[in-house]
């Protein structure tokens, strides 16, 4: 019996054999209920049951349950006692994938406990594909027997528009060699590649205890631990980094969270105090597999022992937390909070090497990174109302993450022999340094409102942020923000919000590249262009407007409109994104016509858009003459909803709902010259660029569902259910194992290979129908 | 200005902010006491007797024996207010006098001013995770307690993690449209909900979330994304959104742009990863990018999942060899 089934068969017992207990006491008429039924699902698809667990057509068993022995309201006790369970789900294929159970049962006022378990399924393809299964094993492929692809000479089959010569300086002969090698190739891996079902379980089981039996405080503590079984899917790059193949990648793992907190409260003094321990355990710590295809030395892959492909798995680790909450009237219009904490957040997981046995030496003797990060957070508040109809509020928080990390030193001769071995990624013969990144973040805030009507309320707001940071890009950014909110009633029936704000951000530039500089540059040999801006880091200004209507026009009527938009620019960003905004804006009405029927409608429109120029890699000089390629990308999304709900009559009732989500990206693309007015852009056909085709997404569902009453208290339940989803996108139209080319010009020949996890589309229209019966006592 | 300007500037204020409200305070009043009906609730049940009034009595609040609920005082006027008036006008009512209003009414159009009603509940609520409502946003929004919350109700809405986003979301719309799209978070499916992450009587964190920071938040679930690593990815360690939007993308796996030209944005260092990805140059004149794919005809870092493909390790890498993420 594997832990997940220990787990809920725990769970399970621990919900049956407590209501035995209550059963014993009184209960008031029809606070039970339990609902059985089937269901029955049209076919498979891993995209609609990734979180139900019910990705497999066919039927379904389905159950919930009530129990509730609390003491009633006047009975002059205060016991409680109340046990659910909801999504009872069973299959041939799994037992209750996505279940909740809970009990409670305390004395209220006094003390309680509880205890539950959550099930959550992630259902991530059925169609993967993989030569590897989750333990690194070929599938019946022995380890080098692929031909070497390293070196080959092929290029994509790209003609220069001007003269007509094939990209890469490569002949019509060699694309033919080089098709028909690949070919070849493909032809060698199909019989390996395996379809395999991909996905995770989670279970979690927990209980906590409260106990208010001291004057003005209140304890309580929890343990939580959950276990992560399965695969998702992930793909490495091989030792020799000429190729990335997809692979199930094992997660195995348990976390346990521990926690305590302490509550005391008077009219005057509220505080809070906690801890929390959580410990992360994966129960692997690499995922250790062979190339299937030969290095430059094809005895290599098979001595005794070697492992010439080590992918790392996330390392354990565990986090210690405290946390403070104080809050103090300081006279009554005038309340100061402040919170506080610490965080030691520790790894000491062994490194993982690069690979294992002859002729390789390690990098660095086997042994712990060691890692730690402390943080220290801080923020005191003081809300006053000094003056009638003003309120105030001052605020500064700090946030210091202290990377306390080892830096760690690759070697240059990192080979006892002096020896390059076979990862070519690490063959340069120069050090390089991992990067501990440390923050300090400070923050002042200043807000002061004032009622210029009875109704209608006008609020100033300014906020400063100064970020420093340890091996970054920039050392300092500072932003400031000022805006202004106007909170209104128009009237009794009509409510009304306004916000405007503009912020500005500068960047202290101190080092260029300086992260990438650090632990990558003397490998690639490669900077970023001067004038790039990362966008979450370079100098930007942004103004937002945000704003809200209510109407309340009648108890049966009423309608909402919200909407939001902002936009950003970053002045000192010649590359990367130079420009972005996003908008929201949507209606949301509730209308009851009569009693009986209630109907709800909401529209939402959406626009994201990112507006970014990268160099061109033909001339990385990017001096006046040389190309750049931009790209502009819009989402626009419209989402749909629209409910009825019917009480026919005292025994019926019937709820129709609709709900559609159309997304739509669009890359607009193109490539330009930096500055020559009047020039002609070279041709390369790496100018040539036009946009890709858009990729649009459609997630469509409909409901019915309605209740009989055959007694007052057995209820028949049924529903059907259309749910439709689609994906127009250039990416599911590869094949399973497919190639791509480590795109170049001359010498620098197409020789990587890639095979892909092939899902396909993973578009789906599934119905589902269900029955089911409650029955209360 | 700098950070040690403001503060200063901020600590100033705060002295005489201290002067100024407690002048500003109002002393203790001379008002009459306040009358309570002497049956309590059931002079109320007189009139109110049916759903959704009477569910109170299936919630906490009604338990007479705890001491600390509403029932246990003066009953329903402990939260609407002594309202003899009220009881008075209606004995007229059959006359066709219309009613004097309690005095507190939470909903409606006669519904008393936020202020009015949110210091009702925040008599008993105002402490443990509500410590820090006064001046979160919702609070400086004029957000009242019942526009989230429904008392006459035996399971709150917002209580209940099938129900919550929706009461959330009525305000939140574009959380709402985000939790329908491609990709999302199990919010539509009870297996996450707002509360999760977020605190909405008040935090210390950005967008009241529960913790500190965002990463914080994220790693209560995905605690395997928080290391140490010993090759850490700077923007991933600063902060989860710079590439993830939680709520919902159209992009596969919470991302708020398609790789490459995420990773573009801030790499460009050359060779491999400043190509221009477009629909003729990465496919070849001759290929067809809407059509199926020949071999070789696509770039890698346009296949699958893009650069991760390869950078796969792209939260951080604990492997010796993984200085470009690919371990």
Known sequence: MTTKFTLRAAALAST?????????????????????????????????GRYSGTPFGGFYGTGSFKLDASDAWNSGKTEYFLAEGDNLDVDGHQLFPDAELSVKYGERGKWGIQAFYDGIPYWQSLGFHSLY????????????????????????????????ALSGGATPGELAAGQSFLNGIFAAVSPFNSTQFVGTQRDIVGGSATYMGLANWTFSTGLK??????????????????????????????????????????????????????????????????????LSDPSLQLAPGYVGSIYSLPPSN???????????????????????????????????????????????????????????????????????????????????????SPRVFIPA????TGQITADTLMSSHVPIANLPISELDQTAKLEAGYHILPSTKVTAFYTYKDQQRDYSVTDRNHESTEGARVNSSLSNTINGMLSYSHSVRSATDYNDNAAWVANTYYLSGLANPAGLGMYYLAARTRDEIKGNLTWSASDALSAGLTGKFYNDHYPTSFYGVTNDHTLSVGPDIAYSPTKSVTTHLFYTFEEVFTDQLASNQNDPSQTAGSTTWSLGNKDTIHTVGASADWQISDKAKISLSENLSYGNTAFAEGASLISAPGSVLPAFPENLVSALPNDTTILNSILLSGEYKLASNVSLLGSYSFDRAVAKDYLYNQPSTAFGNSFGGAGNPADYLEFLPGDGNPSYSIHTVSMAVRVKW | MTIKHVVTGLFAGIVFLLGASAWAAEGPSAATQPVYAKKAELTCMKCHDSAPVTDILKTPHAMKADSRTPFAEHACETCHGASPEHIASAARVSEGEKPVMPAVLFT?????????????????????????????????????????????????????????????????????????????????????????????????GPTLLKEFTVNDTCYNCHPEKRGPFLWEHEPARDNCSNC????????????????PF???????????????WSGNVTLGVNANIAGTLTQGAAATQMLARGCVNCHSQVHGSNSQAGAFLTR
């Open chain 2, 262 to 276: 995420l990773c573009n944005e801030c790499h460009q260092e050359g060779d491999h990863q400043i190509s221009p």
């Open chain 1, 413 to 416: 001769d990192y080979g006892a």
């Open chain 1, 318 to 404: 565990d986090a210690h937390q405290l946390k403070g909450q104080v809050s103090y009237l300081l006279t009554p219009t005038t309340r100061i909070n402040t919170d506080f904490g610490y965080q030691l957040m520790q790894q000491n997981s062994s490194n993982t090497l690069a690979y294992q046995g002859a002729p390789a030496n390690p990098y660095l003797p086997g042994g712990n990174y060691n890692a730690q990060i402390q943080q220290m957070y801080g923020n005191i508040a003081l809300n006053a109302r000094p003056l009638p109809k003003t309120d105030i509020r001052a605020s500064y928080s700090i946030n210091d993450r202290e990377d306390d």
């Open chain 1, 225 to 294: 631990h959950e276990h992560k079984q399965g695969t998702m899917e992930s793909s490495f790059a091989t030792n020799d980094m000429n190729n990335a193949l997809a692979f199930p990648e094992p997660v195995d793992w348990d976390t346990d969270t521990y926690s305590a907190s302490a509550r005391y409260s008077t009219k005057q003094l509220k505080a809070v105090f906690s801890y929390t321990f959580s410990n992360f355990n994966d129960n692997l710590t690499s995922f250790n597999t062979l190339n299937p295809f030969n």
């Open chain 2, 108 to 204: 409606g159009k006669d519904a008393s001013p936020v202020e009015v009603r949110n210091k009702v509940c925040l008599s008993c609520h105002d402490e443990g995770m509500r410590v820090d409502w006064q001046g979160s946003q919702h609070e400086s929004n004029n957000v009242a307690c019942t526009n989230c919350h429904t008392i006459h109700r035996d399971k709150d809405p917002v209580l209940v993690k099938a129900t919550q986003p929706e009461k959330c979301f009525t305000c939140h719309s574009k959380q709402r449209a985000e939790s329908f799209e491609f990709s999302h978070h199990p919010i539509r499916e009870g297996k996450v909900v707002c509360s999760d992450c977020h605190n909405p009587h008040g935090s210390a």
């Open chain 2, 244 to 259: 993830h939007t939680p709520h919902g993308s159209t992009q596969a796996r919470l991302l708020t742009e398609r790789p």
């Open chain 1, 16 to 48: 049956c054999l407590l209501p035995l207990a209550a059963f014993a006491q009184e209960a008031p008429d029809y606070n039970n209920e339990a609902t059985m039924g089937t269901r029955f699902q049209s076919s498979d698809s891993a995209l609609f």
């Open chain 1, 133 to 164: 299964n989750s333990s690194g094993a070929l599938k019946g492929l022995t380890p080098g027997s692929l031909p070497v692809n390293s070196g080959l000479s092929y290029t994509p089959p790209t003609a220069d528009p001007v003269t007509g």
